[in-house]
């Protein structure tokens, strides 16, 4: 299966930005893990990363109209909690999308325990480090094949 990995909004600097929070590793050492990981299981795997809303609402839409990938695993940093864009997006295309966090956003500021995703997202996972994305991608899989 083919899966596509969007990381949003300050997800660029994980692993040089408050490391007590979200660990030392950098986001490619994260998505070389993760690449390791899906190969071993037999999946392909596609990375993107971007600070602009609009550009991952766009990147979402392409994996919808060029039917890119079987699923999407989705960490959107700070516009999950307040992107309406992001969620329509998300409602709008027939790929499942996992919504993943590193941290326990429960555990965290106010803010954070609200998503406005978490409704339109076929499930979430949260506060396992990268483990979050591991267990996303074994999760949507399961999933996907029942
Ligand atoms: C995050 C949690 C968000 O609240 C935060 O804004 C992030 C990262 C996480 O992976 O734990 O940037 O999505």
Same mark, same amino acid.
């Given at each position: 299966?083919? %899966? !596509? &990995?969007?990381?949003?909004?300050? @997800? ?14 950098? !986001?490619?050492? &994260?998505?070389?893990? $993760?690449?390791? %990981?899906?190969?071993?299981? +037999? ?6 990363? #971007?600070?602009?809303? +609009?550009? @991952? ?13 079987? +699923? &999407?695993? !989705? ?7 307040? #992107? ?5 997006? &998300?409602?709008? $295309?027939? $790929?499942? /999308? ?16 609200? #998503?406005?995703?978490?409704? /339109?997202?076929?499930?979430?996972? !949260? +506060? ?12 949507l899989k399961a999933g996907l094949k029942e």
């Amino acid at each position: 299966m083919k %899966f !596509l &990995i969007i990381n949003g909004v300050n @997800l660029n600097l994980t692993g040089k930005r408050e490391t007590g929070v979200y660990g030392v590793k950098t !986001l490619e050492e &994260i998505n070389a893990e $993760i690449g390791a %990981f899906a190969k071993k299981n +037999g999946d392909e795997v596609e990375f993107y990363q #971007s600070n602009f809303e +609009g550009a @991952l609402v766009e990147k979402l839409h392409e994996a919808f109209l060029q039917k890119t990938c079987d +699923g &999407i695993l !989705l960490n959107a940093g700070a516009f999950t909690h307040y #992107s309406y864009a992001l969620r329509d997006a &998300i409602a709008a $295309i027939d $790929i499942p /999308v996992v919504e993943v966090h590193m941290s326990n956003v429960h555990a965290r500021e106010e803010f954070r325990k609200n #998503s406005v995703l978490t409704e /339109v997202c076929k499930g979430a996972v !949260l +506060g396992l480090g990268v483990g979050s994305y591991l267990a996303a991608l074994v999760g949507l899989k399961a999933g996907l094949k029942e």
